[in-house]
């Protein structure tokens, strides 16, 4: 197991080599200038190459590129072209909103969606079963932005619960953390319940009709038993897996969401930077983004071993 | 026991209500939970993010609000366009009208305790001169900036007569000449400067910046205003409030319902669709601040064929209807004007010579004729077009769709404002990613005189703006103006500009259009200004 995942964190290396390679590559042969945006209407050609200098955009581009992996090794991310910022102060600032949103999003919608799942399975053709389906399916039809603008039309504006937008940091307050959390959660869990229950639902329905489900039934084993122990342990491989990518996904950015609560984000980092051509920021969310799936999918393949003993990795 | 029907009801709205008491009770305690918050600061979301700090590095308006926040100016604009001193107590002109001797006034310190002198003006007007076009031009009139004889006096010695030295340094809009300690001001002008310190009425709050997040400003305690009321960026600079801070929300839907709910103060520039919605609201007002509004403009580039024939350029402008344009991008009669002056309607320049097939929309006849009297041979005309900027992906449709209308083949280029940027600085071949058009919108402030207004610039590919026309005459003009001192004379100067640019097609004015501000009745004292500015206002 130690020696698979050594073996899974030094595959990393290249994959993250390769990703920094195609991002860097990628920026520079998209259109668009930093220089001329930090330059203005009124910059002669002589002080935008000066500009162009400074940020040594006129560097060959293999020694940009070697200059930035170094910086990079050495853990410096670089600074902002256009605020001057370190970017590494500019992702830890948005690390926090992102972070607290995909673990709230993904724990409720665990607990919300994984029971749903096995419940609708378990009474497969019945009224709940089909309730369970009706709302997987607005859960996923509906876009993120309307349930977004009806939970704030209802909550906020309506019943005043709620503030409409904003972020504050556990650390100024747990009870405003929640307060302001909440709706965002609330919206992308609707997504998340939809996808996780649908999932549960088939997986554990495979499960239900094993051989070995009904020998637990036929030594009497406690319906409830059957169903979470035996059922929905072994099914769990592909409900653990779509947790973990959702879990991804949001930590790589929902722009959207973002954008309607206002959650300074980092997805609305990824976007800004991309549109402003702030390219030290972009490169570092986007093999931050890489490093996020690269761990994650090891945690999940862990996580499959704990779950089913009988995968083994050698 | 068997209940009533009535008595079902009853408990069930029973249920309701407790059920409803204990959510409410529970967001309560919530909100009660919720860390300290500042009082009197003022919430306002601006139009877009502040990323650079440095106001005269760049031209972009969020860094030239800034500038406003942080720093203070030599002189400023009233609301009648007359330029009144600010950082200046009085100052002379000596007989031959080649020497300025300011004199500032006192108690002007900066955010770091060191008084302001006239190196530090000195300093800071010679950058600023290096950047601004403006600027530029004062500094070519310019033989020597010093301190005078004493710390607060300053005197610009001239080659020869300039009649717009004090309106250059009371120049309102980007670049604005900022004033900035001489340390700071002597970062080359292509580098941001490492600090945000001034002598304004605010201080930068530097830990809590999140580029595209928040900028805060904290009350500057030893600030001495003016005793003079208030016009525009001119008069006392009296800050009400302990904090400013600048929010961006990138969604209008969110910033509308954070305004209604009180969640902000302040919102610069709502979107006009929305407008009827905050109008109705009684507890919010809605007005333009601005009265010069914006100018939204098309810019042919005429080093590339067949734009380089002034005829094509002609009948580009003659086939578009301003009307069109602002139906299109703004809806609101209300809230546009038709209004084919150059340097903006309802200023001392304004002139409606040259502009009456864009006012009067009858124009498409004189295009069509001229395409044909060019020999227009159908070569597809490049017109970028920025789809991710509310304000500026309407007018390339408009205009190419009316330039079809004339005979034309449109290239209708779609990309992002900041591809746009960078491509509308290559003087390159069309083959080569070149362009022919593109359209842009400008702040009356930073179009309303000859000198500000970068597309009547007529010095071609070397040091003209982007689409580069080569027309000496217009700097002839130009020149003239800015030598003149007498106002009915530089009229005369401004009509004749606005006359050879509009015979040249270097550009055309396709409408003016104004964005209102909307604000929490909680505030009071917002002041009329063509930039937003934050002093004055109590909550």
New interface residues.
């Given amino acids: 197991m130690y020696g698979y995942i050594l073996q899974r964190v030094l595959a990393a290396i290249p994959v993250m080599g390769f990703v920094a390679l195609f991002v860097f590559l990628l920026l520079r042969l998209t259109p668009g200038d930093p220089a001329a945006i930090l330059a203005g209407d009124t910059a002669t050609p002589e002080q935008l190459a000066a500009i162009r200098d400074s940020l040594g955009l006129n560097d060959p581009l293999l020694v940009q590129f070697f200059s930035w992996i170094t910086d990079l090794l050495r853990g410096d991310f670089g600074t902002s072209i256009l605020s001057g910022k370190p970017v590494i102060e500019l992702i830890a600032d948005r690390m926090e909103p992102t972070i607290s949103l995909a673990l709230t999003t993904i724990i409720l919608s665990v607990i919300i969606a994984v029971p749903l799942g096995v419940i609708a399975a378990w009474k497969q053709g019945t009224l709940i079963d089909r309730f369970v389906m009706l709302l997987s399916v607005l859960g996923f039809s509906v876009p993120v932005f309307v349930i977004g603008y009806l939970m704030i039309s209802l909550f906020s504006m309506q019943l005043g619960w709620f503030p409409v937008q904003g972020f504050r940091p556990i650390g100024e307050g747990l009870g405003d953390f929640f307060h302001r959390i909440a709706l965002p959660t609330f919206t992308l869990t609707l997504l998340y319940i939809a996808l996780i229950a649908r999932i549960t639902r088939t997986s554990m329905l495979e499960i239900l009709g094993d051989d070995y489900v009904r020998t637990a039934r036929a030594k009497g084993l406690p319906e409830s038993r059957v169903l979470m122990r035996h059922a929905l342990r072994n099914c769990s491989v592909p409900i653990i897996t779509v947790i973990g990518i959702g879990f991804a996904l949001i930590i790589s950015g929902v722009v959207v969401t973002e954008s309607v609560f206002n959650l300074p984000g980092l997805g609305r980092l990824t976007v800004d930077a991309v549109l402003s051509r702030d390219y030290p920021v972009i490169q570092a969310v986007i093999l931050l983004a890489s490093l996020i799936y690269v761990v994650i999918n090891l945690l999940i393949d862990i996580a499959y071993v704990l779950l089913d003993p009988r995968i083994r990795y050698s | 026991m068997k209940h009533t029907t009535f008595e079902k009801t009853k408990a069930r709205g029973m249920g309701k209500m407790l059920r409803t008491s204990v ?2 009770a529970t ?1 309560a ?8 918050s500042f009082a009197q600061t003022l919430t306002a979301v601006k139009h877009s ?1 502040l ?3 440095d106001p005269i ?4 308006y969020m860094s030239r609000n800034h500038g406003y926040m942080i720093f203070d100016t030599l002189y400023a604009l009233d609301s009648d366009l007359v330029p009144q001193p600010q950082m200046v107590d009085s100052h002379t002109v000596s007989d031959d009208g080649l020497t300025y001797t300011f004199t500032l006034r006192d108690g002007l310190a900066f955010h770091d305790g060191a008084p302001v002198t006239g190196e530090d003006i000195a300093a800071s007007i010679a950058r600023w001169g ?4 403006m600027g530029q031009v004062l500094m070519s009139f310019v033989e020597s900036m010093t301190q005078g004889a004493s710390a607060n006096e300053f005197v610009i010695n001239l080659k020869e007569p300039y009649g717009l030295v004090i309106d250059s340094l009371a120049k309102p809009s ?2 604005v000449p900022f004033i900035m300690p001489k340390r700071l001001a002597e970062t ?5 400067i490492p600090e945000q310190i001034g002598s304004g009425p605010f201080t930068w709050v530097a830990e809590e ?6 900028a805060v400003y904290a009350k500057f305690e030893d600030y001495v205003p003016r005793s003079e009321p208030p016009s525009w960026a001119s008069g006392g600079k009296v800050v009400n409030v302990e904090r400013v801070e600048w ?1 961006v ?3 209008d ?2 910033a509308l ?2 305004l ?2 009180g ?1 902000i103060d302040y919102w610069e520039s709502p979107p006009s669709d929305l407008l009827p919605i905050l109008d109705a609201n009684p507890d919010v007002t809605v007005k333009n601040l601005n009265a010069l509004g914006m100018q939204t403009i098309m810019r042919p580039n005429t080093l590339n064929a067949p734009m380089d024939d002034v005829r094509i350029r002609q009948a580009a402008i003659a086939s578009v209807k301003q009307k069109d344009v602002l139906d299109a991008l703004v809806g609101n009669p209300e809230l546009y004007a038709l209004c084919g002056a150059m340097f903006v309607c309802n200023t001392p320049l304004a002139s409606d010579v040259g502009s009456e097939t864009l006012t009067e929309g009858n124009g498409m006849e004189k295009a069509k004729a001229l395409l044909e009297e060019a020999g227009y041979d159908g070569t597809p005309i490049v017109i970028m077009h920025p789809t ?1 900027v509310g304000t500026l992906r309407t007018q390339p449709v408009v205009v190419a769709q009316a330039m079809r209308d004339a005979g034309f083949t449109v290239d209708l280029q779609a ?5 746009l ?3 509308r ?1 290559s003087q390159a071949a069309i083959a080569d990613g070149g362009w022919h058009m593109f359209m842009t919108n400008w702040v009356g402030a930073d179009v309303f005189n000859p000198l500000v207004n ?1 597309m009547v610039n007529g010095k071609g590919p070397e ?1 003209g ?1 982007f689409g580069w026309p080569d027309v000496p005459k217009l700097e002839e003009l130009r020149m003239s103006y800015a030598t003149e001192t007498d106002l009915e004379k530089q009229k005369e100067y401004a009509a004749e500009i606005q006359k050879v640019a509009y015979e040249e097609g270097v550009y055309a004015p396709i409408g003016q259009y104004f964005v209102p501000t909307a604000w929490s009745n909680e505030l009071e004292g917002v002041l009329d200004a063509p930039a937003p500015l934050f002093w004055n206002i109590s909550k």
């Fill in positions: 959510l409410s967001v305690s919530l909100a009660l939970m919720a860390g300290p993010a990323r650079v700090l590095m760049t031209t972009a290096e950047r601004d076009g980007s670049n080359p002008s292509t580098e941001p910046f999140q580029p595209g997040v928040k929010v929300m990138p969604d839907q969110t319902n954070a209604q709910a969640e991710d990309m992002d404002w900041q591809t940027v960078g491509k600085a970068n040091g703006w």
